[in-house]
C-alpha cells in the first residue's frame, strides 16, 4: 500500500513513525533525474510512548516490550488512519559493530552492467564476524571505476576495473531474534533492522 512504519525502540521511549510513498517522479524539479529506487515520502502519522522491558537497549521483558511496540504502533496509525504491516526498526543493543570491506573486478563488456555491480558486491571478503552475530546490513558506501572515485552508481559508466568500498553492521543474534519476536507478536513484518 506504499506505506511502512519506522520504529524506534529504546529504553526509555518508543517512538514510531508512519510514512506514506509517494511515486518516484512525484514533486521532482524538472530536468532532474530521480536516484535508482528512490522516492519521496511524507509522515501521516507518529506516536511515543514510555518504553518497558528494555533494558541497555534490548529485550529485558517480552511482554512489557511487546506491549511498548504495540501502543506507540497503534497510536500512530490512529493518526495515519492506516494499517501497517511493516516496520523497519532501530535499537541500541546488540553490541554493534562494524566493519568496512573492498572488492574489485575487471568490467566484463565496455559499460558496466548490473552483473558487474553484482560482481564486485561478491567479490568483497567478508570477515570473520565470529559466533553468534548477525549480519543487519551490507550496504555499498562508493564505487570506483578505474582511477574515479565517489561514483554512486556506476552502471553505464565506460571502465576497465570497477572497484566498491562496503559498510558491513552486525549485531548479537540472540538480541537481534529477541526483538523481531516482540515486533512479530504485535503482527508486524521487519522489513528492515538496525543497531546504533
Known amino acids: 500500500r506504499g506505506v511502512i512504519a519506522l520504529l524506534d525502540i529504546g529504553s526509555s521511549k518508543v517512538a514510531c513513525l508512519v510514512l506514506r510513498f509517494d511515486p518516484a517522479?512525484?514533486?521532482?524539479?524538472?530536468?532532474?533525474?530521480?536516484l535508482v529506487g528512490q522516492s519521496g515520502f511524507r509522515v501521516i502519522g507518529a506516536a511515543t510512548t514510555r518504553s518497558r522491558g528494555m533494558r541497555f537497549g534490548?529485550?529485558?521483558?517480552m511482554a512489557e516490550t511487546e506491549r511498548a511496540i504495540?501502543?506507540?504502533v497503534q497510536a500512530a496509525q490512529k493518526m495515519a488512519n492506516t494499517r501497517v504491516d511493516h516496520v523497519i526498526a532501530s535499537f541500541s543493543g546488540g553490541a554493534p559493530r562494524s566493519y568496512g570491506l573492498a572488492g574489485e573486478v575487471e568490467v566484463a563488456g565496455q559499460h558496466v552492467d548490473e552483473q558487474d555491480v553484482a560482481r564486485v558486491l561478491a567479490s568483497c571478503d567478508m570477515p570473520d564476524v565470529g559466533q553468534g552475530r548477525e549480519v543487519l546490513h551490507a550496504h555499498?558506501?562508493?564505487?570506483?571505476?578505474?582511477?574515479?572515485?565517489?561514483?554512486g552508481d556506476p552502471r553505464g559508466h565506460v571502465g576497465q576495473k570497477l572497484s566498491t568500498d562496503m559498510h558491513l553492521l552486525t549485531a548479537d543474534a540472540n538480541a537481534v531474534q529477541n526483538l523481531i519476536y516482540c515486533i512479530?507478536?504485535?503482527?508486524?513484518?521487519?522489513?528492515g533492522l538496525a543497531s546504533s
Open 184 to 191: 512479530r507478536r504485535c503482527d508486524l513484518e521487519v522489513a
Open 25 to 34: 517522479d512525484a514533486g521532482q524539479a524538472e530536468g532532474a533525474t530521480p
Open 58 to 61: 534490548e529485550v529485558d521483558a
Open 70 to 72: 504495540r501502543t506507540a
Open 140 to 151: 555499498p558506501v562508493n564505487f570506483s571505476l578505474d582511477h574515479r572515485s565517489g561514483l
